[in-house]
């Protein structure tokens, strides 16, 4: 990377995504520690193969509404301030207002998320998705539905947004990594039924 390291857009067969490594570098430490004390961090089960199984990570809904995926609703709990002013600052980047906001905290290189889209009818036919990381940097996958794959790196302080037609013709997921051994916190602000 060159000594400049601002906002790109990546052009994608079907999709863009807003890639930006040092977005929040100078506020990453103090966003880490403030969500990881403050969110009231939730382990929820998930059912796969016919069996309930607790999701290899843990999270917190927050925002103006509640959220349903894979069969389930969850209640959002209230903005936290810091997240809210987070959302303020992408807004401004991504021209873009965000109502929601899933937090995942991956507690160690074992904790993942499988392959999915973010396609749920409440987000609208083709939504833009914010993502924030903090703390041990992770690989984040992309396939295309046609087989073509990318990765990037999301490191501490890194912005990616997913927009365009993405969510419906590549999926993401975020791999377990043996050698990951610190924490790591991301968000993904949301807007429900953008115009
Ligand atoms: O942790 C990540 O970077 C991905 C999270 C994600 O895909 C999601 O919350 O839908
Ligand atoms: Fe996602």
Not at 44 to 53: D, K, N, P, Y
Not at 91 to 106: A, H, M, R
Not at 141 to 164: D, I, K, N, T, W
Request: glycine share 10%.
């Amino acid at each position: 990377m060159g000594l400049w390291s601002g906002p790109e857009w990546l052009a994608l067969n079907q999709g863009r995504l807003l890639w930006w490594p040092d977005a929040f570098r100078a506020e990453a430490d103090c966003w880490q520690a403030t969500l990881a004390h403050d969110i009231p961090w939730q382990q929820h089960r998930l059912r796969m193969f016919g069996q309930e199984v607790n999701e290899p990570r843990l999270s917190c809904w927050m925002g103006d509404w509640p959220y349903r995926y894979s069969g389930r609703e969850r209640r959002q709990v209230p903005w936290h301030p810091l997240v809210q002013a987070m959302a303020g600052r992408l807004e401004s980047i991504c021209g873009q207002s965000f109502d929601g906001v899933l937090l995942n905290c991956y507690r160690h290189g074992q904790d993942s998320m499988g392959w999915h889209a973010d396609d749920e009818p409440e987000l609208g036919p083709n939504p833009m998705i914010a993502s924030v990381s903090l703390g041990q940097p992770r690989r984040f996958l992309l396939r295309h539905e046609a087989g073509e794959q990318r990765e990037l790196l999301l490191e501490h302080g890194s912005l990616l947004v997913m927009a365009g037609e993405m969510q419906h013709h590549w999926r993401h997921a975020l791999p377990r990594m043996a050698r990951a051994e610190g924490v790591r916190i991301n968000l993904t602000f949301r807007r429900r039924n953008p115009g």
